[in-house]
């Protein structure tokens, strides 16, 4: 339910004709949502419950809990359920909360229907992050070290590795890489970061990371059974919990079969094939000679488990050499973790411009790192716990580099830029340090020209070029050349950075070489502050444009030679000839 944009099935229930409009509204713009009609109002809710992945109720309350009680089963199964009201004020997150994504689709249908969406999940409620919402298995007292983290009470967080951990409040105290458990005899409470099998009681909670590869191989029509015995016994032989398993591997040959197919899926992980080429690369301690003949490399288990997934190949440990039963083979390898770095576009300014997966990386990160005046825009997003390192104007590349080293040493790090990340921002100067011991994750943003274009009406209609004149890192010789190419190809031309107190010639420069290849009453907009206090839209021509109305807070479009001005906006038409 994180994303509505996936085909989930929501079935809407309504008694009411107000409920009905309502329900009409959500089905008329989300496709995977429908009425789900019955008997009665009550045969309708149960049928939605056994056929949804989520129910949006407009009924009563406490209706909706009379009748679904008697159905309730597991919370990490049953379908989310929100109720709203007859006049619509409300979204309730009955059932579902952040595991099952009633506390998402709350948010969402409260935005369609203007609906106030009411949340009472504890940990959501302050701003924590639910134990249960990692994208993790958790097992053990989960509810008790959630309730100890909320009531602020010392929690030991004992982990395997550095894994990417989203923030955690400070009375979450980590301590070093490696460190035993050990019991809970000073009766504290801990959660637990590991792949191994550890005796629970009632004040521990375990995370299990994605750490585990097991590699199979297999004679052709293996019983799923078969690979599903030997896989559990390996992994109960070791003491490694199957909750940690990241997926099977094997070689491409074996893609198709059955019997590892079906155990990939009866665990819920894919199941990742190589090629013998591949394989027969990786250095392995018990090759096989009769494999190679076989299937063209002298292992399938272990170098399968140590390649593992193709974003982690290269980064493994053999835990587990293969081990046989008759028809299969499996081995299991430990993958080290690696840090995150989300490179995170903010939009022009406003809160509404900003995209739901922008908030989503600022709240997921422990590190958030940026220009000072950006991170006043997004603090109020931010988990309790969050470190943020903040500069000012000038030091990208020391941004950068940070923002890479935290994510090397194994944190979650959002590296925030506004507009969009990859749009003369902070996208490229830290994709030059990231190398492959860190995921990189890309959250595009409403750039500065897309939030002007849309003030100044349709000016991006056709082909169009984004020029910087800041010449700080670009020579002007360069800038000068590539804006006389915009010239001559006629092209709509965007600049940012356009003129400042100590560059203010550039601009005037620019608009002259433009003006040498289109006509002097070509429309050019000033946008300056676009979404953000202090907004204000500037009309021009070529002939008329006075450079000092521009700041480095404003960006410039000029026509091309097809934009005219209609009703007072800019429109450059999408390659069709202007109509009498």
């Not at 949804?52 to 109720?57: F, I």
């Not at 134990?131 to 097992?139: A, E, H, M, R, S």
């Not at 411009?353 to 997004?378: H, I, K, S």
């Amino acid at each position: 339910m994180n994303d509505l944009s996936t085909p989930t099935r929501i079935g809407l229930v309504a008694a009411t004709a107000a409920g009905r409009r309502h329900a009409h509204t959500v089905a008329t713009a989300w496709p995977h949502a429908r009425l789900v009609e019955g008997d009665s109002v009550a045969d309708a809710l149960r049928t939605a419950w056994t056929r949804c992945d989520a129910v949006v109720a407009f009924l009563a309350t406490g209706a909706v809990v009379r009748i679904l009680a008697p159905l309730l089963g597991d919370k990490r199964t049953d379908p989310a359920v929100v109720v709203v009201d007859e006049a619509a004020r409300h979204a309730v997150a009955l059932l579902g909360g952040h595991v099952g994504g009633g506390n998402d689709l709350a948010e969402h249908v409260g935005a369609l229907l203007d609906a106030r969406p009411v949340v009472t999940t504890a940990t959501d409620a302050v701003g924590l992050p639910g134990l249960d919402t990692l994208g993790w298995p958790v097992q053990g007292a989960v509810a008790a070290v959630s309730r100890a983290i909320l009531d602020g009470e010392p929690v030991r967080l004992i982990a395997d590795a550095d894994w990417p951990l989203p923030a955690l409040p400070a009375n979450v105290h980590p301590e070093a890489v490696g460190t035993d458990g050990g019991d809970v005899a000073d009766g504290g409470y801990r959660l637990l970061v590991t792949d191994r099998v550890v005796p629970l009681d009632g004040r521990t909670a375990v995370l299990r990371p994605p750490s585990l590869v097991a590699g199979v191989g297999a004679s052709r029509g293996v019983p799923a059974a078969e690979v599903a015995e030997l896989l559990h016994r390996v992994l109960a032989e070791a003491g490694l919990s199957p909750a940690s398993l990241r997926c099977l591997a094997s070689a491409d040959v074996k893609a198709d079969e059955a019997g590892i197919r079906c155990t990939a899926d009866a665990l819920g992980v894919p199941l990742v094939t190589w090629p013998a080429t591949q394989l027969a690369a990786v250095d392995v301690p018990h090759p096989s000679e009769v494999v190679r003949a076989a299937v063209g490399t002298p292992s399938v288990a272990e170098a399968a488990a140590l390649l593992g997934p193709a974003d982690r190949a290269g980064d493994a440990a053999l835990l587990v050499p293969k081990t046989a039963s008759a028809m299969a083979t499996v081995a299991v390898a430990r993958h080290a973790p690696r840090g995150r770095l989300a490179v995170v576009g903010l939009g022009p300014g406003a809160a509404d411009l900003r995209t739901p997966r922008a908030v989503a990386e600022l709240r997921r990160a422990a590190v958030v790192v940026g220009l000072d005046q950006y991170l006043d825009q997004v603090r109020d997003l931010l988990r309790p716990g969050t470190r943020v390192l903040s500069s000012g104007l000038g030091a990208e590349e020391a941004r950068a580099r940070a923002a890479v080293a935290e994510a090397t040493a194994g944190r979650a790090v959002a590296l925030i830029g506004s507009g969009d990340a990859g749009v003369y921002a902070m996208a490229s100067p830290a994709l030059e340090y990231a190398d492959e011991r860190i995921d990189v994750v890309g959250v595009p943003g409403v750039t500065a020209a897309l939030a002007a274009g849309a003030l100044l009406g349709a000016p991006l209609g056709h082909d169009h070029a984004y020029l910087s004149l800041s010449d700080l890192h670009t020579p002007w010789e360069v800038i000068e050349r590539r804006v006389i190419a915009a010239a001559q190809g006629d092209f709509v031309t965007l600049f940012y950075n356009p003129r400042s107190r100590a560059r203010d010639w550039q601009l005037g420069r620019a608009l002259g070489i433009l003006a040498s290849h289109r006509p002097p009453d070509t429309p050019v907009g000033v946008v300056r502050n676009a979404s953000r206090p202090g907004e204000r839209v500037h009309l021009a021509t070529l002939a008329t444009l006075d450079p000092a109305v521009v700041d480095m807070y404003s960006v410039v479009v000029v026509g091309s030679s097809d934009t005219r001005l209609v009703a007072g906006r800019m429109v450059t038409p999408r390659g069709y000839r202007w109509r009498s």
